[in-house]
């Protein structure tokens, strides 16, 4: 029965997993990508890493996340982070809307799904938790991208996709990156010195608008404006700059792990249109990246994994029937990362770069 779990690590991250197991504790930090129904084949998987595998580490540990990577890591904070998981694919899961969905509905029921996520107390906890150090990526609309809707935006966003064809530095002129972050001080592990990333501390009133904001795609939902502790303006999704990531900027002391929806890898959201511009990732020696094997996703109903576009080609009966299906398989992810932690080679089956 082929495997639906792969495992690609880098050279240090294979040297201490075969010396130490898949000790909880090896890990500083948890990188969460863009993607939203995407992220129905990590479901459980989350579950067991957020409500029992990451639970039996002291040391601190470090999130980053864009969009629904913050949605997911939210749940880490919780004081039942399994529960929190579960809400959050209740909530995501059985999203219905009319016909033609305005801003300002898709909006409401975004931010539903993040109260239904942190309850009454749950952003006290994600600003002030002990050991999960949170940070949130948004991504600030400088000129024409700040602007909350209309034409003026249009032409905003058209000019940084051409820019960002000519050179991903080209679309700093449009976007910052601003990083929202528990505690007193940011700790992010990367290297964010480009996009004149601005880092802004996150009290538990401000964590819902801090992760709407992150979560927010331009002419599909409404964003956030003038978020306290951070610069004036108006925020969008932190995968604009943020999808995938640029996993060669990290420099975290532990192992970096990534439950990620593929073995694709794409810096910024603008350049999932330009298919030579995949990011590498077999140079990050400290990488764990785990994620549903190409053979379980072909074995998916329609042969993919849930994307935003379910939601204009499939009628709301079908898209969710297919999701629910999807996160039952989502399963037997988790049960083969569960199998590999507790079998006796613990890198059986890995991919090892380097």
Not at 144 to 169: C, D, F, P, Y
Not at 218 to 247: S, T
Request: hydrophobic share 40%.
């Amino acid at each position: 029965m082929a495997k639906a779990l792969s495992v690609y690590l880098g050279s240090t991250a294979a040297r201490e997993i075969r010396e130490h197991g898949w000790a909880p504790e090896l890990f500083g930090t948890l990188l969460g990508a863009s993607g939203g129904p995407k992220w129905f084949v990590l479901r459980y998987l989350d579950e067991v890493l957020f409500g029992d595998f990451l639970q039996r580490s002291a040391r601190p540990l470090v999130t980053l996340g864009s969009s629904i990577g913050t949605w997911r890591h939210a749940c880490l904070a919780m004081a039942d982070p399994a529960a929190a998981v579960a809400r959050l694919e209740r909530g995501y899961l059985y999203q219905r809307y009319a016909a033609k969905p305005t801003v300002a509905e898709v909006s409401d029921v975004s931010k539903a799904i993040i109260e239904s996520v942190l309850g009454e107390d749950g952003g006290a906890l994600l600003a002030s938790h002990p050991r999960i150090h949170s940070h949130i990526v948004t991504a600030r609309g400088k000129g024409l991208t700040g602007r909350a809707s209309g034409a003026g935006l249009a032409v905003g966003m058209g000019a940084a996709a051409l820019g960002n064809i000519v050179g991903r530095e080209r679309l700093q002129s449009a976007f910052q990156r601003v990083v929202f972050h528990s505690g007193a001080e940011p700790a992010t592990p990367f290297l964010f010195d480009d996009f004149d990333t601005c880092h802004a501390g996150v009290t538990g009133d401000g964590v819902k608008r801090a992760l709407a904001a992150s979560g927010a795609i331009p002419f599909v939902l409404a964003g956030e404006r003038d978020i306290p502790n951070a610069p004036a303006g108006h925020y969008w999704d932190g995968g604009i700059i943020d999808y995938h990531f640029d996993l060669s900027r990290y420099t975290g002391d532990g192992l970096l792990l990534y439950p990620h929806f593929s073995a694709t890898v794409i810096t910024g959201w603008f350049d999932k249109f330009l298919p030579w511009r995949k990011s590498r990732f077999d140079t990050t020696d400290k990488l764990v990246l785990l994620c549903p094997s190409n053979e379980f996703i072909a074995s998916l109903p329609y042969g993919k994994i849930p994307d935003r576009s379910d939601f204009t080609k499939m009628a709301e009966d079908e898209r969710i029937r297919y999701w629910e299906e999807c996160v039952a398989r989502s399963r037997e992810v988790a049960e083969d990362f569960v199998a590999l932690t507790q079998g006796s080679d613990p890198l059986a089956g890995a991919t090892v770069f380097g």
